[in-house]
């Protein structure tokens, strides 16, 4: 059986991760004029650029890593990211002034709240244990420290077939469906669920990302009950 500190996990697709961008940029294109005006299309571009070129270079699995790929990867999270949160600001001023159609708020709060949660899940998935290149083409004992502690990270020594899943038993790594899964829960919990952070960058992001979750979800009721009233 090979020693498990230096087998390298099968790479991860592209497409998960891809998918998630193109969900963005829709919701961008689609957001009412008052949230990001015409600097929209800026930022479709910006974002569609990033991504056609990171896809060039890992068109299906993420195998290859150079620093110039590197820096487009994580350059592209961070438009995403900083989008986010501007956008975030002008819907919460507009919630707040109680100038524009309730409707039309509610659902861009929605959109916003999405692109959020899949914002975070690929900063998480960027930066954790070096990237997704890193994590399955490195082994294990040559990863950067994590950001993050995963359920199967600790469950050797559980029953058979819950340890089947744990890194220990099947050199298990995280991908983005799980970084998206707990960038979900963090976003409707506001605190961990499953996956802990580990350093104080992971734990300030999912910080960010549990306060924009709960400053809209309180401006949001509270605009859904004016429009009762």
């Not at 059986?1 to 592209?14: C, W």
């Not at 999270?77 to 509610?106: C, H, K, M, R, W």
């Not at 709960?214 to 009762?228: E, H, N």
């Amino acid at each position: 059986m090979p020693d498990e500190k230096h087998e390298r996990a099968q790479a991860e697709h592209r497409w998960p991760a891809a998918i998630g961008v193109l969900a963005i940029i829709l919701s961008y294109a689609v957001l009412p004029n008052d949230l990001l005006g015409y600097g929209r299309y800026a930022v479709i571009a910006v974002c569609a650029a990033l991504l056609v070129a990171v896809i060039i270079i890992n068109p299906h699995r993420m195998v290859r890593q150079t620093a110039w790929s590197r820096r487009l990867g994580v350059i592209l999270v961070l438009v995403i990211g900083a989008t986010n949160q501007i956008i975030l600001v002008f819907l919460v001023y507009l919630l707040v002034s109680n100038t524009e159609d309730g409707p039309t708020l509610l659902l861009a709060a929605l959109q916003v709240w999405l692109t959020n949660v899949i914002g975070f899940a690929l900063l998480y998935w960027e930066l954790d244990r070096g990237g997704p290149v890193v994590r399955t083409q490195r082994s294990r004992d040559a990863l950067p420290p994590a950001d993050f502690r995963f359920p199967q990270d600790e469950d050797h020594d559980a029953s058979p077939e819950v340890a089947a899943h744990s890194s220990k038993s099947s050199n298990w790594l995280p991908g983005f469906v799980d970084y998206f899964y707990f960038s979900l829960s963090n976003s409707m919990a506001f605190s961990p669920t499953d996956t802990m952070p580990l350093t104080h960058r992971s734990k300030l992001l999912m910080g960010l990302e549990a306060f924009a979750g709960f400053v809209l979800l309180a401006l949001v009721i509270a605009r859904g009950v004016s429009l009762l009233g």
